[in-house]
């Protein structure tokens, strides 16, 4: 059964930098064409954070723009959110998602946690 495996979190200083990885695995891998990241705070609703669309096209939430980066790995079943100039406000969760407009179903990831240290 295919699942979505995330890597790279964990305790980053203010202004730092973090590279999560999220890697379709089992099953009939995805090819993570299409992906995005979502995360969620404490206390708070998951948000959209980075979107990659079948057609390569990306979107990013005002809060990441010029400092989050979505880009498929060679190893294309992977995807990479690329988080520069972190601050507090970006601890939480992060989420992969592979969206069901492209694979007949929303795959989610496990999480894995950002705590940005201020």
């Known amino acids: 059964q295919v699942q979505l495996v995330e890597s790279g979190g964990g305790w980053v200083e203010d202004g730092g930098s973090r590279r999560l990885s999220c890697a379709s695995v089992?099953?009939?891998?995805?090819?993570?064409?299409?992906a995005a990241w979502y995360r969620q705070a404490p206390g708070k609703e998951r948000e959209l954070v980075a979107q990659?669309?079948?057609?390569?096209?990306?979107r990013y939430a005002d809060f990441v723009k010029a400092r989050f980066t979505i880009f498929r790995g060679a190893a294309e079943n992977t995807v990479y959110l690329q988080m520069n100039s972190l601050n507090a406000n970006d601890t939480a969760v992060y989420f992969c998602?592979?969206?069901?407009?492209?694979?007949?179903?929303?795959?989610w990831g496990q999480g894995t946690l950002v705590a940005v240290s201020s």
């Open positions: 990659r669309t079948s057609q390569g096209y990306t």
């Open positions: 089992g099953g009939t891998l995805l090819t993570m064409h299409a």
């Open positions: 998602n592979a969206p069901r407009e492209a694979y007949g179903r929303d795959y």
